[in-house]
Every structure is written in structure tokens, then in C-alpha cells.
């Protein structure tokens, strides 16, 4: 009996110790969670009490995003506008790109009667230049159009004193230069075609060989004249078999 009362009271008594430990331990869990709340308020409540002394700047920006958007909306193309300036520039007149363009007015005006009426120049103001002589000139005016129609009865080969006679022989004669080309297989075709027309006489020569020549060309003339009237006549025979550009020449080393 006395063995049972022992074992009881030992029990109560872990127990107590027991209900002890943990009601310290609550004590202690309640005093730090009171601490920790303190220092919470101490580091928390002046930032709600700043925020909530100032309630005035919440409405700016509202307002704010209203001018900002207002400018990045407007400048953007709207397939409206994009189709109208597609239409402009349809109907925009076209230009020639190889004419000076002095103005949108003028490159309208100038264009349409250059296309109605035509050239000013006749055929009868062009003259016959020999590619072996330096052209020091062009007319620079309309007003020079009469001179112009004199021009064909001079030709170039009277410009120089040993054409003056028209009976007159040069050293190794006249020829009648039918084409001036860059090389011989180039002449040696034309020479082809011009036997195909039915000229007889064709050859070549190289021009750096003759002093009254150009240096450098392939020419392709047409027989040896010892006399200007004589090459007078296969001038006219080349001209009449296609050759119109054909002109006559003095040979001399």
C-alpha cells in the first residue's frame, strides 16, 4: 500500500515538473513573440503614418498617362492615310530620267508639246563630220540655222589646201572610207558586207601607216583614185549601195 501511495506521488510530481517546463516555455515563446511584434511596430507605423499624412499626390498619376499616350497614339501612319498618299503618288505625272528636271511645273509643260510636235532641228541643218578631224565647234542658237543650211555645200575635205583642186592627185591618191573600226576581224566582217551589197574594190588598211589618217583605226575604204573626181564617182556609188556616212580621203606615208 505504501509502495502504490510512493509510485502516485512520484507521478504528480512529474507532472507538475512537466506542466512547468512547458508553462516556462510559453512564458518565454510569449515574451520574444512580444518583442519581435514591438520591433515591427517600431520599424513599420512612421512608414504608415508618413503614407497616410499624405494623401494628396495619389491622384497625379492618373492624370499623367493621359498626355503621354496622347502624342505616341497621333504619329503613328492609319491605313487611311497610308492608302491616300498611295493614290497621290499614283497620279503623280511621269518624267523623262534622261531630261533636266527644272521644276515639277516646267517637266509637265515641256515634256507633252516636245512629244506632239517633234524636234525643231531638220535633217537638212546635219552635216557630214569626218571622225579623223577635230570638230572645234557646235552652232550654240536656232539663229544659227542659216549658216547651218550652207554647211553641206562646204565639205571638211576643203579645208585643207591639198583638196582645193578638184583635179588635183595626192601622193598615193584618194580613198573612200566607208567605216573606221577598232579591229581588223571587225573590219574583215564589214569588208564581207559590203561585197554582199554589191561593191567591188573593198579592202583595209591601218590608219597609224598614213600621216593624212587617224592613228589607230581599222579603216575600210573602197579602191584607190588617183584623182578627186574619180573618187568623187565611188562616193557616190557607195553612198547609193548603203553606205551614206561614206566620205573621201587623200592617202599619204
Do not use: C
Given at each position: 500500500m ?9 507521478r504528480?510530481g ?5 506542466l ?6 510559453d512564458?518565454?515563446i510569449?515574451?520574444?513573440g512580444?518583442?519581435?511584434?514591438l520591433?515591427?511596430?517600431v ?6 503614418m508618413?503614407?497616410?499624412?499624405t494623401?494628396s499626390?495619389?491622384?497625379a498619376?492618373?492624370?499623367a498617362?493621359?498626355?503621354?499616350t496622347t502624342?505616341?497614339?497621333s504619329?503613328?501612319?492609319t491605313?487611311?492615310?497610308v492608302?491616300?498618299?498611295l493614290?497621290?503618288i499614283?497620279k ?15 517637266a509637265?509643260?515641256?515634256?507633252v508639246?516636245?512629244?506632239?510636235h517633234?524636234?525643231?532641228?531638220r535633217?537638212?541643218?546635219f552635216?557630214?563630220?569626218?571622225p579623223?578631224?577635230a570638230?572645234i565647234?557646235a ?9 547651218l543650211?550652207?554647211a553641206p ?7 585643207v589646201?591639198?583638196h582645193k583642186t578638184?583635179t588635183?592627185?595626192?601622193p ?5 572610207i566607208l ?9 574583215q ?6 561585197r554582199a551589197?554589191g561593191l567591188t ?9 598614213y ?12 579602191n ?6 574619180a573618187?568623187?564617182?565611188g562616193l557616190q556609188?557607195?553612198r547609193?549601195h548603203?553606205?551614206?556616212s561614206?566620205y573621201?580621203?587623200p592617202?599619204?606615208?
Open positions: 505504501a509502495v502504490a501511495t510512493g509510485t502516485i506521488r512520484r504528480r512529474q507532472e507538475q515538473q512537466k512547468a517546463a512547458k508553462s516556462k516555455r512564458k518565454v510569449l515574451a520574444v512580444g518583442v519581435v511584434l520591433a515591427v511596430l520599424y513599420e507605423v512612421p512608414k504608415l508618413s503614407s497616410g499624412s494623401p499626390p495619389a491622384p498619376p492618373v492624370a498617362p493621359a498626355p503621354a502624342p505616341a497614339t504619329g503613328l501612319p491605313p487611311e492615310l492608302r491616300s498618299e493614290r497621290a499614283a503623280l505625272p511621269s518624267k523623262d530620267p534622261f531630261q533636266a528636271q527644272l521644276g515639277a511645273n516646267a509637265v509643260t515641256t515634256a508639246p516636245g512629244l506632239k517633234g524636234p525643231a532641228v535633217a537638212k541643218h552635216v557630214v563630220k569626218d579623223f578631224k570638230q565647234g552652232p550654240t542658237s536656232a539663229a544659227t540655222s542659216a549658216p543650211a550652207k555645200s562646204v565639205t571638211p575635205a576643203k579645208a589646201p591639198v578638184a588635183g592627185s595626192a598615193l591618191g584618194y580613198i573612200v567605216r573606221s573600226l577598232d579591229s581588223k576581224a571587225a573590219a566582217q564589214e569588208v564581207s558586207r559590203a551589197k574594190g573593198v579592202a583595209i588598211l591601218y590608219s597609224s601607216k600621216t593624212t589618217l587617224r592613228r589607230g583605226y581599222w579603216v575600210v575604204y573602197l584607190r583614185y588617183p584623182t578627186m573626181t573618187a568623187n564617182a556609188d557607195a547609193a548603203g553606205y551614206g561614206a573621201r580621203r592617202v599619204k606615208k
